[in-house]
């Protein structure tokens, strides 16, 4: 057990929808990292935060956006579904200060038919 | 800036046999280099790090990994192959420039045959 909740486990949606992604990073890390993984790209870096603020953009799409809140829980919010952003989210966390190391969830798997 | 360049995407050997799985990273600063495990409907976990201590780095599970700064190089081995490390392994560097920043290789999946 990594330490790192995401929800839900499991989402199908249809195209055109809107869904939220959770996570919860291990208690006192202040870094949330979200990643996609999908047969073709592999894996993904989207977005990270830090305390509350967006620290470092990777390949996230416009209808993708993300947040982190004062209780440090972070929500991935995907709009605009299509058929190609089927895929696992992982959501990691790491401590402030060390070497880095991340701790992941055990991902949500979204399905968008 | 940073790059991981993991050499083949499948690598398949028999129970017993050796592992390698490689590895090459570009880095403009010292960094922190780690191999991480996927196991099938799993998230990834941490099998080793090298944060410039030894460069021999022991990890769970038998595996362990050599770092050459001569050849940019942080491959992973292991001596002999068992069925429940059927996995795909990722290979990471980190460098810390006012903040952690973590690039992943593309991954590594390796079978294992009875």
């Known amino acids: 057990d990594s330490g790192v909740t995401q929800t839900p486990k499991h989402l199908i949606t249809a195209t055109g929808q809107r869904v939220t992604l959770r996570c919860s990073p291990r208690s006192g890390d202040l870094s949330v990292y979200w990643y996609q993984q999908s047969l073709d790209q592999g894996l993904q870096f989207l977005i990270q935060y830090y305390n509350g603020e967006e620290r470092a953009k990777g390949n996230i799409l416009e209808r993708f956006s993300a947040q982190q809140f004062p209780d440090l829980h972070s929500e991935l919010n995907l709009s605009s579904l299509e058929l190609g952003d089927s895929a696992l989210y992982f959501c990691?966390?790491?401590?402030?200060f060390g070497t880095g190391e991340l701790f992941f969830g055990e991902g949500s798997r979204l399905t968008v038919l | 800036a940073q790059s991981v360049t993991q050499l083949g995407s499948h690598v398949s050997v028999s129970e017993g046999a050796l592992v390698l799985l490689r590895c090459n990273y570009s880095s403009s600063v010292p960094p922190y280099l780690f191999w991480y495990v996927q196991y099938p409907n799993q998230g990834l976990q941490l099998l080793l790090k090298y944060t410039s201590a030894a460069t021999l780095v022991k990890g769970i599970n038998g595996f362990e990994a050599e770092f050459k700064k001569s050849e940019t190089s942080f491959h992973l081995t292991k001596p002999s192959a068992h069925m429940s490390d059927a996995a795909e392994y990722f290979c990471a560097v980190t460098q810390n420039t006012g903040g952690f920043k973590t690039i992943f290789g593309a991954g590594t999946r390796l079978f294992v045959k009875a």
């Open positions: 990691a966390s790491s401590a402030s």
